[in-house]
Nanobody
Framework: QVQLAESGGGLVQAGGSLRLSCAAS????????MGWYRQAPGKQRELVAT???????NYGDSVKDRFTISRDNARNTVFLQMNSLKPEDTAVYYC?????????????WGQGTQVTVSS
């Protein structure tokens, strides 16, 4: 069974930075796209950033030029560097991975990590 473990959330002042990490663990699997989504209270979950195994990144419009996604395929880990944070970035951030395990392929989500940006 594959699991995702997120870390790096917390409280930061507006204009500050945070770095999120998410590591996939388990046996007999490979990963397609990995990335991050977020959900603020009363809002739908939205794309933050994803990256293919080949390194192609895709960003949500609200975070372009402020957030940077990267991944370490050898360690099955994806990172999100968040700079120039705004109060509207406050949300629960969920790690996402497309898991390929034998003949199965499925979407996997982490439990979420809270990011709070104070004004």
């Amino acid at each position: 069974q594959v699991q995702l473990a997120e870390s790096g959330g917390g409280l930061v002042q507006a204009g500050g930075s945070l770095r999120l990490s998410c590591a996939a663990s388990g046996s007999m699997f490979s990963l397609g796209a990995m990335g991050w989504y977020r959900q603020a209270p009363g809002k739908q979950r939205e794309l933050v950033a994803t990256m293919t195994s080949g390194g192609t990144a895709n960003y949500g419009d609200s975070v372009k030029d402020r957030f940077t996604i990267s991944r370490d395929n050898a360690r099955n880990t994806v990172f999100l560097q968040m700079n120039s944070l705004k109060p509207e970035d406050t949300a629960v951030y969920y790690c996402y991975a497309y898991v390929i395990a034998g003949i199965r392929a499925y979407d996997l989500w982490g439990q979420g990590t809270q990011v709070t940006v104070s004004s």
